[in-house]
């Protein structure tokens, strides 16, 4: 098996080549965006730009979860208001909120103190998907593997807004399972859930591919057992997870 890298690598990306390397998989780093006509390949870990470009040359299929999985999920799992709208109506918000773009990076998440503050209608297209999400301060933040049904591995990535590495905690685990019995038909067989502690009490911060996550500092094996399963061939795709499969965006790279 062969698993492709972007031509940037971060650390994350870097250890996830070394996990493959041990495994005994076959890994490829392109320069640049071209797919060479002779590569064969079943696996991808990269960003979303990337992916859309070349998983569909490379006949992989991405899994992830739906636009609009953060904003139905039942209120005891994000313990906020979450909304997904087109960036237009966005544009009208006249309050801080963290505004973000559903499954890749077009719309930076950031803290946005109000809708004139986002990328204007010259910059993105008035259609544009973008979740808004009350403002909250975690105390410490957690990124969870998820694999057929069960919390696979996971790590601390941040403390009050900050960087801050660490093991992954029992009770964010705990958390992740809870979430997986019952809401894990809402999900793919495999996907990275960042999900947050505040005030003693544990919300989903939100979902990602986890074939464009970094690890922190997750199992590094048992992280690449999730991303294989998120970007794999085509063929091997069980009708569960057909509803899950990524629609490649358009791009100018």
């Known amino acids: 098996m062969t698993l492709v890298l972007p031509p940037r690598l971060t650390d994350s990306a870097q250890v996830l080549r070394e996990a493959a390397h041990r ?77 973000k773009s559903p499954n890749d990076k077009q719309i930076p998440a950031l803290v946005y103190t109000d809708g004139s503050r986002l990328p204007g209608p010259d910059e993105v297209d008035p ?54 019995a019952e809401c894990g038909d809402t999900l793919p067989s495999a996907i990275v859930v960042d999900v947050g502690e505040a005030h003693g009490c544990w919300s989903v911060i939100e979902a990602n591919a986890a074939w464009a996550s970094g690890m922190y500092t997750s199992d590094p094996q048992r992280a690449l057992d999730v991303v294989l399963r998120a970007a794999g061939p085509h063929g091997t795709v069980t009708s569960r997870d057909h509803p899950f499969l990524r629609a490649p965006r358009a791009t100018e790279e």
């Not at 064969?40 to 992830?64: I, K, T, Y």
């Not at 636009?67 to 999920?73: E, F, I, K, P, V």
């Not at 801050?164 to 809870?178: C, M, R, T």
């Open 127 to 180: 259609h544009t998907p973008v979740l808004i999400s009350d403002v909250v301060e975690f105390a410490t933040e957690y990124r969870l593997y998820l694999l057929d049904g069960a919390v696979h591995t996971g790590s601390r990535y941040a403390r009050h807004g900050r960087l801050s590495l660490g093991p992954l905690d029992e009770d964010a685990a705990a958390f992740g399972a809870e979430l997986l």
């Open 23 to 99: 495994r005994g998989l076959h890994t490829v780093q392109l320069p640049t965006f071209a797919v060479p006509g002779d590569l064969r390949a079943e696996h991808l870990h990269a960003g979303p730009s990337f992916a859309d470009v070349v998983a569909p040359a490379l006949g992989v299929a991405l899994l992830q979860a739906p636009m609009d999985w953060l904003a139905l999920l039942p209120r005891e799992f994000t313990k906020r208001e979450i909304h997904l709208v087109p960036i237009r109506e966005a544009y009208g918000l006249r309050r801080p909120a963290f505004i």
